[in-house]
Each structure stands twice: as C-alpha cells, then as structure tokens.
C-alpha cells in the first residue's frame, strides 16, 4: 500500500468518525445531552479509569479537567478511526466493523448511565449509520479514490514467445506502469529475471486527478457539515436548559440574614483573593461532563431511606420554608497544599435539620446519602446535619439562585467537611442509611468514608518566583479551619523563627481568614512558609500527604527572589 494511499484512508476513517460525532449531538438534543456517544463514552471514563489518573487530570487543568477529557477521548477516537480508515481499503468490512463496534461502546456507554432509558441510545446508533455510510462513500461509492493503489495490479500474460520461424510482432506489450522494454529481436518481453520471467509492474498507478478533486471536496464539505452539527448540537442543548427558568425565580428575603462581613475582612491586597468569592470565579469539581439541566418546576427532593416519615419536597416548598443565609468557604478533597480549590460564599437555603427532624431519622442511620440527578452520591455524617452547624439545603448564592453549573436548583452546603462527602450539586435524594450499608461514589475509589476539612494556609503574595525589591514586602494569604475557626497564622522566612502574621476580622468559624505580615526583604533568593493552628489548639502539621485519601497536608513554601 503506498503513503498517498494510507493517508487519503485515514481522511476517510476521520471524515467518517466526525459525522458520526458530530451528527449525534443535535439527535442527543432530542433525547438529553448525557446521551451524545462522546458525553456517555466519557462518563464511563471518569467512573473506570484509576483515581491516580483523575488527579493527575485535576492537577494538570483544574477545573477545566472535563474538557480536557473530551478533547483527549475525541483524540483518541479520530487515530481510531485513522486505522479503521486504512484496514477499510484492504477490507471495506473491516473499517465497517471498527464503526459499528465504536456505535456498540457509545451505545452501552449512554444505555448504563443512571436515569437512562433506550432513546438514550439514537444518537449513537444515528451516529454510527452515518459515519458507516461516510465510509463506504469514500472507500467504494461516488468519492472513491481512483485507483486505490492498495497493490499494484497483475499485468495480464504477454504473448507466447515467438518460435524462430514466426514473424516479429510489431506491438509492444504495455504494463500498468508503461511500456515493457523489449529485447533486440523485438519479440519477448525482457525482465530482471530472464526472457520467460513473469511481467513485473513499473509502480503503482497514478492517482486521477478529478478523483483526488472529488475525494478532497467531499471530505471538506462533510467535515464542516460535522462540525456545524457538533456545535449547532450543542448550542441547541444550551438553549433547551434552564437558564431562563433560573432567570425568572425571585428568591425570598431570609428570615435569618447573614452577618454583615466586617470592616477590614478583605485586605484588597494584589494577588490576595477576595474574602467573597464571586460566582464566575467559584471553583467547580464534579465528575459532571455535561451541567445537568434541572427544571426548578417539576424538581423533587426524597427524603427516605431508615426513616420514620418519608417526605418529598418541591422546589415551591423550599421556597415556601423560612429561609437562612450564612457565609461558608467549601473546599475540594483534591486542593493540593497552596491550591486554589476553595470559596467562600453567601448561601441561601433551608436547614436541613429541619427537614431530617421532620423524618424521624432511626437511630442507627448515621449515614445521609445525598443522590444528585445523574446519579453522584456522597455521604455524610447524619450527626454533622444535627449538631447545630449551618449545614444547608442551597437555593442561592451570592444574593442570586444558585447558578447552573453549581448545582441549580438545589445543592447541599455543609461547614467543615470537604465537597466529596457532602456538597451534592443538583441533589434530587437524601436517602437515611448506615456508613456500614453503603458506600458513596469516591470510597471504593480509594477515598476515605469520613472527609472533615483539614486545617491549612495558603501564601497568595508573594507569588513563587516573583522578583521583589529589597525593603519592606508584605507576606499575606488565606487560612481556613471550617467549623472549628483560625486562632493564629505563622510565616517563616529560609526556616528561621516563627513570626505570627495578623489575622483580618472574620464573619464566622465557618469561613476563611486573611491574614498579613510585613517582611523586611533582604537581597538574595529567599523560602517563605506559612503554617496555621485552629481554634482547637491543633497546628497544621509539616508531615507531606497526598490529597488521596482524605485531603493534602504540609506547609506551603513559596521561593521568591530580592533584588
């Protein structure tokens, strides 16, 4: 097979691949975005592949870590498909199978998500046909290269070999490549191995120009119908969501207000970040490759499980309930020590124990399981939503409904426990049960059961390797012990003497804390570190951990350089 050969398959392989991608969002409009084959495909990737894997994913593109994933699995489909392109001009039923066989991955992938039901699968199955039928256009039908040169042809047989009495032909035998050298009689073909050798081809054919010219326009025009499709998909899914349902909800005044945050909480200081973090800026980590679209109207919430009472609520009746609004940092189990993956902010909800009093939780249920609509569980202590904490069921952040992305309509917000085991976004189930009867979606990933945030600081400014002056600098970051609070802030500077930095006023034990210390810079390279002790007396400790199992710990060191 020549290279012109195999690269004009693999256009064809990936032409293919691409209709079929790209066909497949605007079907998977109809039946629900979850269901579009690289959607479904990469779901299942993020729920098989090793927890090492993810976090790795997150360490190296934090919160864009999804797209990330659909980039990399659409890679990798398109050099799959390269291949079921070449093997389909050796064998058309070959390149055939490699599609149908992918159809048969997205279609298993979008049948086995939660919620799913059989439409699920069209969009692959649509997908697939198409992409197949792309195929055979280019390998066999209208678009076919002309010739495929996957072997030379066999030149038919020459002429018997003249006898000495016969006359001298005057033609000259032609090979697919051009004429064959004749010997001086003129009468029998000449080849490397002899006068009698079979004829041998000068190379394979040229390919016809008005065939490469077809080949080339077809390809072109099918890709941009591909992504048109694919974006056009998509663009239409944003416009059936519930962006506008979101938009006409006025939220209800709380009965209880949050504490005005004090003068002098927010240093304003460059790098520093803000005491509020505004939504835009709000990390998110989920393993949701497509944001749920929940319909306020017709969202329940189902409180059962080991319960006296089992209850469902509407979206009316929270709203109906006196609301509480409180400040709350949330962390992310995968914030590395000095990450970025926490905010604070103003929520607005109802008290969920309120709504477990109104259960009757049994007395050994000392599990809440919170289900999200796409099938996420976490769990979380029973006793930590009845101890008196600010543990909410969220319909506002920030003084407007929750945003989409994070969990609209409702979400869960709980103060000193990490997101993995208590932050459900777009919950639809509270489900009362036993640590010892059920596992959440993380612990058989390799992740503790238990998650209470952990105490730690953060360095924001300097940032590492930043060049300073010589003289007075500034040294101030975040601190966070959720539910227990900060009692002091320490910084270090090339592991000499603890210096306490000042702490900045706070609103509660629930947030997290500025703090500030002025350092007199001296020229040279220089390793600042920061360390924390909470309310309890406990001082984050040196000792380097992993975020697997239960979250970093350590003490941020930042080298910066005076000049």
Same mark, same amino acid.
């Given at each position: ?176 490549? =051009? ?125 059962? =499980? ?213 350092? !007199? ?12 002790? !909470? ?29």
């Amino acid at each position: 097979m020549s290279t012109t050969s195999r690269r004009y398959a693999a256009l064809a392989g990936i032409t293919a691949a691409a209709v079929a991608i790209g066909i497949a969002e605007p079907v998977a409009v109809l039946t629900g975005p979850r269901s579009a084959p690289l959607v479904a495909v990469g779901g299942v990737i993020v729920d098989a592949v090793p927890e090492s894997l993810k976090q790795l994913a997150i360490d190296l593109f934090g919160t864009a870590d999804k797209i990330a994933l659909l980039v990399g699995t659409a890679v990798l489909l398109g050099a799959f498909a390269a291949l079921f392109g070449v093997l389909a001009i050796r064998r058309l039923a070959l390149g055939l199978a490699g599609i149908a066989a992918f159809g048969a991955i997205g279609v298993a992938a979008a049948l086995t998500r939660p919620g799913a039901d059989l439409a699920d699968a069209l969009p692959s199955l649509v997908g697939a046909g198409l992409g197949a039928l792309v195929l055979w256009l280019f390998i066999a039908g209208p678009f076919e290269l002309n010739p495929w040169s996957w072997s030379p042809p066999t030149p038919p047989a020459g002429p018997a070999p003249a006898s000495p009495g016969d006359p001298v032909s005057s033609s000259v035998p032609v090979s697919p490549g =051009g004429p064959v050298p004749v010997s001086p009689a003129g009468s029998v073909p000449v080849t490397p191995a002899g006068p009698t050798a079979a004829v041998e081809p000068a190379g394979p054919a040229e390919v016809d120009p008005d065939s490469r010219r077809r080949f080339l326009t077809g390809s072109g025009v099918l890709l941009g119908t591909a992504v048109v499709a694919g974006l056009g998909g998509r663009w239409l899914a944003g416009r059936r969501g519930v962006s506008a349902a979101r938009d006409a909800i006025r939220l209800p005044a709380p009965v209880a207000p949050a504490p005005a945050v004090p003068a002098g909480a927010d240093l304003s200081l460059t790098q520093l970040a803000p005491y509020v973090t505004p939504n835009f800026g709000f990390y998110r980590i989920d393993t949701a490759l497509v944001v749920p679209q929940v319909d306020p109207d017709t969202w329940r919430l189902r409180i059962h =499980g080991r319960v006296g009472k089992e209850r469902t609520y509407s979206y009316a009746d929270l709203l109906a309930r006196p609301l509480v609004e409180r400040y709350v940092t949330l962390a992310c189990v995968s914030n590395e020590v000095g990450g970025d993956l926490i905010g604070n902010a103003r929520w607005l909800g109802v008290p969920l124990r309120e709504l477990l009093d109104e259960v009757e939780p049994d007395d050994d249920a000392d599990q809440v399981v919170g289900r999200s609509v796409d099938g996420w569980t976490c769990g979380t202590p029973t006793a930590a939503l009845r101890d008196g904490r600010d543990a909410l069921l969220a319909v506002g952040m920030n003084g407007e409904p929750l945003p989409v992305e994070h969990g609209f309509p409702v979400r869960m917000v709980v103060p000193g426990l990490y997101g993995y085991v208590s932050a459900c976004k777009w919950v639809t189930e509270l489900e009362l049960t036993r640590f010892a009867d059920f596992d959440a979606y993380w612990v058989p990933r390799g992740w503790s059961a238990q998650g209470p945030i952990k105490t730690q600081s953060r360095i924001d400014a300097p940032r590492g390797r930043n060049r300073l002056t010589t003289g007075p600098v500034t040294i101030a970051g975040v601190a966070w012990a959720q539910h227990r609070g900060i009692r002091r802030v320490e910084v270090r500077v090339d592991d000499g003497q603890w210096q306490e930095a000042a702490l900045a006023p706070t609103v509660s034990v629930d947030t997290w804390v500025q703090w500030s210390w002025r350092w !007199d810079a001296t020229p040279g390279e220089h390793r600042l570190q920061v360390r924390a002790t !909470d309310a309890t007396g406990e001082t984050q400790t040196e000792r380097t951990q992993d975020v697997v199992p239960d979250g970093a710990t350590g003490w941020h060191t930042v080298t910066v350089t005076v000049r």
